[in-house]
């Protein structure tokens, strides 16, 4: 397997006025070159803090990220300067994180500009043409503003962005939340094709499971900081094994009428406070198999076989069926 990145013991605290926030608690993980890692959990998991740490965005409280074999966090100047054009993000909302005051040209040729990777204007203009023909931007929208686009091109701009310095990992952060379902299946197939042509490789981040399914080859759950489920995408559909995973796939809505009245199980209780973390599981305000030894000992995050990760005292016992 050949790794283009990888997490060890990953960790990112924030100071907050209550104690410390565990954003990032102990995540480990490798993405092999032009393959995808979706990561998947729910508003304040911390997936979002993941992404931005991997690309150095933040800087790790504890841990390291090797890219190509390399720590980042201990990069000299010259190799942060080459990283920043290897690794790149794609963003949620492709509006926000789009100057208005800037045409369609301007915006995609930035990078290049920035970073002073051109030979001249008609270089950049050579190059700006190119990347709008590559994320399928007609030219015609060469000089409009993003306001004057729907939701779909702008964030085909913001992936013209990310992808015209040639990057090998992107980090694309919920890329299609922000737009209509028929959008999304269009820019998922944009970005499973480039990945194709470019041999990119991804990190998928996302709340939507149903989303990372088709464009995943491994998937990462997440919950409070910590990753409890690392399996091949199909494997993790097919045979999940943490509660939580269990939980987020029956919440996935069955376009099949005839599936609708299986049972599914709802998740009660308070989701746990990532403020001064203690020991024990964190999933147990929420989990409906919880037993007092949750609450003392932190599950450990065990190789089940075939690639199989999971957080969960049960996994691996005759529980583990539930
Ligand atoms: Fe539930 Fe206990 Fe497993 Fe945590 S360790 S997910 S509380 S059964």
């Known amino acids: 397997m050949n790794v283009l990145i990888e997490t060890k013991n990953l960790k990112k605290y924030f100071s907050a006025p209550s104690g410390i926030l565990h954003a990032v608690d102990g995540v480990n993980f490798q993405i092999p070159k032009g393959s995808t890692l979706g990561i998947v959990g729910e508003s304040g998991c911390g997936k979002s803090t993941l992404g931005r740490v991997m690309l150095r965005l933040l800087d790790a409280t504890e841990g390291s990220v090797l890219f190509e074999g390399k720590d980042i966090m201990k990069m000299s100047r010259g190799e942060m300067k080459h990283f920043r054009q290897k690794a790149q993000m794609i963003f949620q909302d492709p509006y926000a994180s789009l100057d208005p005051r800037m045409t369609v040209s301007e915006l995609i040729a930035e990078p290049l500009v920035s970073n002073h990777i051109y030979k001249n204007r008609a270089d950049v203009y050579q190059q ?136 599914r199980q709802i998740l009660h209780g308070e989701v746990s406070s990532p403020i001064d973390s203690g020991p024990g599981c964190r999933f147990a305000a929420r989990c409906p198999y919880a037993e007092e030894a949750c609450r003392r000992e932190t599950p450990v995050f065990q190789d089940l076989g075939a690639s199989h990760f999971a957080a969960c005292r049960l996994c691996g016992t005759s529980a583990d069926k539930a």
């Open 128 to 263: 700006v043409r190119k990347m709008m023909d590559t994320v399928g931007l007609a030219s015609r929208l060469i000089n409009s503003y993003p306001h004057e686009l729907d939701g779909g091109r702008r964030q085909r701009i913001g992936i013209g962005r990310a992808l015209i310095l040639k990057p090998d990992f992107v980090v694309c952060d919920e890329p299609v939340s922000a737009l209509d379902v028929s959008i999304q299946a269009q820019i998922l197939n944009l970005l499973m094709d480039l990945q194709d042509d470019l041999k990119l490789t991804y990190m998928f981040i996302t709340h939507d499971l149903s989303v990372v399914r088709h464009i995943s080859n491994q998937i990462g759950v997440m919950y409070l900081g910590k990753c409890v489920e690392l399996a091949p995408a199909q494997e993790l559909f097919e045979n999940p094994k943490h509660p939580y995973t269990k939980a987020l796939l029956q919440a996935i809505p069955m376009p099949n009428l005839s599936k609708r009245g299986k049972p």
